[in-house]
């Protein structure tokens, strides 16, 4: 049997608990929600990274939908409703293959029964606009994590690619990250500063995640985690979910996207926008300047470092598909994973390690989360600060 053969066997029994997929972005930049014209259950590869089919032969399980809206949205709660809504359109649409999941025991069921289970992530802090009342809002609605920010920072927390303001987190950042805790939803760390992120692990009393990151050690890109951020989640019990973006696992794709991006914006467009007019911007400017291209290696050298420093019980995938114009070869959409599995069984891993990495974990921690905040909501209230109150305390 080939180490593909073998991958793809692999996953049937554990599959891909996948951290972020920007597929409801990708549907309301592109066709506004109209899941006809976008119809998932049939190949979209002209479009689209995400399909049913191409999910399938992915050997995917398990599916954090990213809920994600722009940091200068003019109402990012409402925008955030809007990709809520679109993600509950698509489970309706498709319930022989898309089941909502809203514990680790839905996983667990959506497995047995053959279908991906669900979930959402909020990606970015401005989608609470600094309310904890509004935090526990998503949670009701199935929000199963939040990043707490995403390329630029909120008034509680600093992001990776914003310049430091905060320092990390501020007292309300603190009393989110405890609320998260108390409610049962997960604590991602992708996209946050450094500085964030130790605050973050030195707050939370539940295991944190990773949703989509690598590890910086590899690559130099502040998107990417710290080995001294990397040790910590023993302790924690958190997860590492390693993502695929060339620009955060390839050195020289990063200095090339730095160009890129300068070139987007000279043509008046968002680094992050997909759409036909700015993909023709994209294609242009890599005509004049080939992109250094990361494969399925590049992206297991991250896996390889990654279980060094923090061991494979903390390790997963998160390959943020549809939310990146570039993937790597091998890696092309969401088809893909069994490439990756196959090069880790090339490199040794056994298939205990692989059924933690693309499964296991991902439970546990999920599991982790609701098991303190059972422990949390015997003991305390929810919290009703506010942003004026305790960072005017902090100083």
């Known amino acids: 049997m080939t180490s593909l053969e073998s991958a793809r066997e692999l996953l049937r029994e554990f599959p891909v608990a996948d951290g972020h997929n920007d597929l409801p972005w990708a549907l309301r930049e592109q066709v506004r929600y109209d899941l006809d014209a976008r119809d998932v259950a049939a190949d979209q590869s002209a479009h689209l990274h995400t399909d049913i089919p191409r999910l399938r032969a992915g050997g995917v399980g398990a599916q954090y939908w990213s809920v994600y809206v722009r940091t200068d949205s003019p109402d990012p709660v409402a925008a955030t409703l809007e990709q809520i809504d679109c993600v509950r359109q698509l489970l309706a649409r498709h319930p022989g293959d898309l089941r909502p999941a809203l514990t680790a025991a839905d996983m667990e069921a959506a497995r047995g029964e053959g279908r991906i289970a669900s979930l959402m992530g909020a990606e970015g802090g401005h989608s609470i606009a600094n309310s904890l009342g509004t935090l526990r809002g998503l949670y009701g609605l199935g929000v199963r994590y939040l990043t707490l920010t995403h390329n630029d920072n909120v008034d509680w927390a600093d992001s990776a690619t914003d310049a430091p303001k905060a320092g990390g987190l501020t007292?309300?950042?603190?009393?989110?990250?405890?609320?998260?805790?108390?409610?049962?939803?997960?604590?991602?760390?992708?996209?946050?500063?450094?500085?964030?992120?130790?605050?973050?692990?030195?707050?939370?009393?539940?295991?944190?995640?990773?949703?989509?990151?690598?590890?910086?050690?590899?690559?130099?890109?502040?998107?990417?985690?710290?080995?001294?951020?990397?040790?910590?989640?023993?302790?924690?019990?958190?997860?590492?979910?390693?993502?695929?973006?060339?620009?955060?696992?390839?050195?020289?794709?990063?200095?090339?996207?730095?160009?890129?991006?300068?070139?987007?914006?000279?043509?008046?467009?968002?680094?992050?926008?997909?759409?036909?007019?700015?993909?023709?911007?994209?294609?242009?400017?890599?005509?004049?300047?080939?992109?250094?291209?990361?494969?399925?290696?590049?992206?297991?050298?991250?896996?390889?470092?990654?279980?060094?420093?923090?061991?494979?019980?903390?390790?997963?995938?998160?390959?943020?598909y549809d939310g990146t114009a570039f993937t790597p070869d091998g890696l092309d959409d969401v088809s893909g994973y069994p490439n990756l599995l196959a090069e880790l069984l090339d490199r040794g891993w056994s298939k205990a390690d692989l059924a933690k990495l693309t499964w296991k974990n991902a439970v546990r921690v999920l599991g982790g989360a609701e098991g303190v905040a059972r422990g949390l909501q015997a003991t305390r209230p929810a919290s009703n600060a506010t942003i004026e109150s305790l960072d005017a305390l902090d100083g």
Do not use: Y
């Open 171 to 320: 007292a309300f950042g603190r009393e989110v990250v405890r609320e998260m805790n108390r409610v049962g939803m997960l604590v991602d760390l992708s996209h946050v500063a450094a500085t964030t992120m130790r605050d973050a692990l030195d707050t939370s009393t539940a295991p944190v995640i990773f949703s989509h990151s690598s590890a910086r050690a590899v690559c130099d890109h502040p998107r990417n985690i710290p080995d001294d951020v990397l040790e910590r989640l023993p302790a924690n019990g958190g997860v590492a979910m390693v993502t695929f973006v060339p620009k955060f696992v390839l050195q020289a794709a990063v200095d090339w996207t730095a160009e890129a991006d300068e070139n987007m914006r000279a043509h008046g467009f968002h680094h992050l926008d997909t759409t036909a007019e700015a993909m023709k911007v994209h294609r242009a400017f890599e005509g004049r300047r080939p992109r250094p291209v990361a494969t399925v290696s590049t992206v297991a050298d991250h896996l390889d470092h990654m279980r060094e420093v923090a061991g494979v019980d903390h390790l997963g995938i998160g390959g943020d």
